[in-house]
């Protein structure tokens, strides 16, 4: 008897896959005409492969203090490009070009960690709550409520402040948590209008075990707005750490190469040497400019009201 | 002397990545004074897209708009912006489908029909109240004054279209053209404000242009109609010859398929086979012809122009020779 | 509507009250402790544990939090252990330059923002439209800090227009009453003192702005074009009303209640970036207060910003239900 049901249950899903060409499909065809999506996607793509290849691109070592440049420092000089030396010594004596190679490195790993820690961990929240319903529902949606009541950058400070040391699992923590009650949100609002949906109601009524529904139906149509919104949490994440750093709360360690760590310790020095300061700005502006529009086209491709 | 002529009027639509499409293909009618006119045909047909052209309420970015729109010997397709908004709620007046989506939701019933009055009629405030006031009672809505204070939301569907048509009736136009005005409603309050309506043009002497798919509607109402078909007019009659030897074959599947009461049990309903989408285009014969009964080669390969017939005008290489019967679908 | 408002009143007790427990565990959680912050250097096991039960730190959790809620009512939030002054006055000294910051900021975002979140969906596809649109995704891309920090080296240092940082010149003798220095000029006569005042706000003003006004105009324009597509629009148009009275009374009246909403929002935003801005221009308000009270782990400062800080949040976001409330007339029905 239930072999009956099952096949039925898989003749629906193939049913329900045949008819015309899938959302993902349609969203990528969508996107490749968009200027913007193409923007974003190389801002990315170029970003990515600039992260993986810093290591062998970068000139020199970006991890130790070069005589010929430490040589050179006064409080009130820091040299310019020199031979070998691209963009010249940071405040410390080290090869600044070098750095901000690698320091996309470390700034993809961090956006990319606690964006993933934040999904992970909100999609677990959300799908329960989605799942199950009920007082499990009540509850964590109560609790994610006022997380996200409260500002997201005194939440993010709140928690790095609970770190006796800044390390950068702090500012990663601190921004993970920050986006998980989004995430939660996300995938449960998602899962409950799945819940409602008509397809979820044959399955049920076929006597599809809840499950299989769960996994099989329900996630993989809820999935469309958190790769939405996993890109634009990871623009943000980049630019919050920066901010952390910014107040202090972030990596004690100072000889690490993260542009909003960059950033953060390039402020006092603007008289000094301003392009200490910009050249990491503009790379976080790029940067979070590309996820953002990434992001943005992806939602509006992934969005069935522009299906024709 | 006509108070509208409509000629040859087109209207395309463009939108990005498709092909223009034309919704309304070379329409022409008259409406004299005083007169119901129908406009009768399915979804797709370029009923709603006929009257917003003639309205000049069409987005002027994707639509291009052709023809003639004479209303007292004065283009309206050619005015300006200017001229055209000082004619609609003053000569011409518009009551919508879903009358709930058509009133603004933030602002007092009342000032919805106030601010015509102030804008055409250059009312004062408390003076427009009073007219106000009184149209809604003209319209049949109890307790007026109160109302006026209301909100759309507190209104049932039949109040809002009965306020709707309040406003449209506001400054007194001489035409007015009502899209589908009891679609979104009850059967009852349809009846009601069907009469409605017929009282208040026979009243002020207002002509009216119907717009339906419903041809129980253009039966009480109307008294002449015309029928639409791919965006081109293929019927036009009187209402009592349309009713009783209707000659298009897409009129007579339309009359066909009524369900009747005294109709014997079990007899099968008799639609019009296939759908819009089977449609050829114009210029390459007869649109209706893949899901003519009576098509004939010709119907395939030349254009049916619309010709006088029997005293209205008739687009069809091979019309329906005899009256409707009960039921009955066509040989 | 009476009705409205006090339900409403209603709903924020238990939200602030959860909150509240929020602080209280949050600064349970603090690393170190209260009193090893306190002794510092000097600490040792047993002056940790003496000074412990003199703040009533070893007795059970909740009647730590109810002695805390019980403070927190009768306003004894204590000394500052930075600077030993009274908590409460300290933080009103610091209160009217945040709101002063924060008012103006809000009032550059709405009162820009607005307008071109309308003029870009009026002009949509054109190039003001597609311009405004990558500006609001600039805008929120940089950092407020950074901002501020270029805002303050262009205008500030380079061009010397405007002063870096402060609210007020001391050279300029200047009579405070209320706390906000640009009013406080007006009221005394001293206009010299006001237009000083304002010429410090402006930088970080804009700074603190930025995020916010990205927001309303893209939602503000969002807004509007969905608002254009509306049946009662076409109505109003078939009734020839005028191009103003219907962008006024039918369009915008529609169009800026989710854009209303977003204001009440932004306030938690401008919040947020208001301790950023003021440490770039040594602002010296409640960001300024909260910033060092983290970083030298003042308790009963912080106890009492973040409490005050929760209760703002929520009466703001009382008041923009109020004024939803007020606008569309659909809401009150609840």
Known sequence: MTSILRRKAERIDELAEAGGTSLAADAVKRMLHNPVAITGAVITILFVLLAILAPFLAPKDPYIPYDELRANLRPDYIPGPMDGFVLGSDHRGYDFFSRLLVGAQQTLIVGV????????????????????????????MRFTDILLAIPSLLLAISIAAL??????????????????????????????????????????????????????????????????????TLATSIIDVAALSFLGLGDNNTSRAEWGLMLAQAQSLLDVKPSLAFYPAIAIIVVALGFTLLGESLREALDPKNRR | MSLLQVRDLSVVFHRKGTRPFTA?????????????????????????????????????????????????DTDLLRLSDRQLRDRRGRDLGMVFQDPLSSLNPVIPIGLQITEVLERHRKMERKQARVEAADLLDRVGIPDPNRRLSEYPHQLSGGMRQRALIAIALA??????????????????????????????????????????HDLGVVAGLCDEVNVMYGGRVVERAERHALFASARHPYTHGLLASIPRLDAPRGEKLVPIKGSVADNIPWARGCAFAPRCPNALEICREITPELEPDSGGMLRCHNPVSRPVAAGEGVR | MLRFVIRRLLQAVPTLLVLSVL??????????????ALLGDKATPEKIASLNSVLGLDQPIFVQYFKFLGRVLTGDFGASLISGDNV?????????????????????????????????????????????????????????????????????QKLGLLPPSGRQDVTIDATHITGFFTLDGLLTG?????????KHLILPAIALASIPFAVIVRITRASVLDVQQEDFVRTAESKGLTTATIRQRHVLRNALLPVSTTIGLQTGLLLAGAVLTEKVFNWNGLGALLAQGIERRDYPRLQALLLLAAAVYVIVNLLVDISYAIIDPRVRVR
């Open chain 1, 113 to 140: 960690v606690a964006t993933l820690i934040g999904v992970t961990v909100g999609m677990i929240i959300g799908g329960l709550a989605g799942a199950l319903g009920g007082w499990v529902d009540t509850l964590l």
């Open chain 1, 163 to 232: 770190f006796s040391q800044g390390t950068q699992w702090t500012v990663i923590i601190a921004v993970a948590v920050v986006s998980v009650p989004v995430f939660a949100r996300l995938l449960r609002g998602a899962m409950l209008s799945q819940r409602a949906s008509d397809h979820v109601l044959a399955a049920t009524a076929l006597g599809v075990r809840r499950r299989t529904i769960v996994f099989r139906h329900m996630l993989p149509n809820s999935l469309g707005p958190v790769v939405v919104q996993a890109t634009l």
């Open chain 2, 24 to 72: 309304v293909d070379g329409v022409s009618f008259d409406v004299e004074p005083g007169r119901t006119v129908g406009l009768v045909g399915e979804s797709g047909s370029g009923k709603s897209v006929t009257a917003l052209a003639i309205m000049g309420l069409l987005p002027k970015r994707n639509a291009d708009t052709s023809g003639e729109v004479l209303f007292e």
């Open chain 2, 171 to 212: 400054c007194r136009p001489r035409l007015l053209i009502a899209d589908e005005p009891t679609t979104a409603l009850d059967v009852t309050i349809q009846a009601q404000i069907l009469a409605l309506l017929s009282e208040l043009v026979r009243d002020t002497g207002t002509a009216l242009i119907m717009i339906t």
């Open chain 3, 23 to 36: 602080v209280f565990a949050w600064l349970r959680l603090l690393p170190g402790g209260p009193a090893t």
């Open chain 3, 88 to 156: 409460l006055t300290e933080i009103g000294r610091a209160f009217p330059a945040t709101v002063e910051l924060a008012l103006a900021a809000l009032v550059l975002a709405v009162g820009f923002g607005i307008p071109m979140g309308y003029l870009a969906a009026r002009y949509r596809g054109r190039f003001l439209d597609n311009a405004t649109v990558l500006t609001t995704l600039v805008g929120v891309a940089v950092p407020v800090f950074f901002f501020g920090v270029l805002l303050k080296y262009v205008f500030a």
């Open chain 3, 190 to 198: 001293e206009l010299d003192a006001t237009w000083d005042a304002i």
